[in-house]
């Protein structure tokens, strides 16, 4: 029997901290602290060469549980449809009205950082709201 092994979720972007600190506040993530020897991370990112500066950013759940999500630059856009895609769950358990509720108002708070609602998924019982993060990357509130 194998053990389970940790991973991290990696994002193609145009802007690492920038997305990193959007997707911190969607789920309650944590920036580290700066690696050693570096007072603050703008400390730590003017240390590198110039085409280095910037170029990746990461954050994790601060109970440990969730997976570290680690961002990286990249010279091109995002042009299709992602192919994986993270559910942001905040309805389990709920349905009907009381899921749909639940899920406006995280889609309205998550407006307010930046975010774009795609369109709704809603059946009578069932909800889903997809959305598209600061770069355009597809998630589901669900």
């Known amino acids: ?42 400390e730590f990112h003017h240390s590198r060469s110039p085409e280095d500066r910037g170029s990746w950013f990461a954050c994790g759940d601060p109970s440990g549980v969730g997976p570290r999500l680690y961002f990286q630059r990249v010279p091109e856009g995002k042009i299709a449809k992602n192919r994986v895609h993270l559910d942001v769950r905040v309805g389990t358990g709920l349905v009907g009205e009381e899921r749909l509720a639940t899920l406006e108002a995280e889609c309205t708070r998550l407006l307010a950082l930046g975010a774009v609602r795609v369109r709704l998924l809603y059946d009578g019982t069932d909800a889903c709201i997809v959305m598209q993060d600061l770069e355009g990357n597809e998630f589901c509130l669900d």
């Open 1 to 42: 029997m194998s053990s389970i092994r940790q991973f991290q979720v990696t994002f193609d972007c145009a802007e690492p901290e920038r997305l990193a600190r959007f997707w911190c506040e969607v789920l309650g993530y944590e920036v580290p602290s700066p690696p050693q020897g570096f007072g603050t991370w703008d």
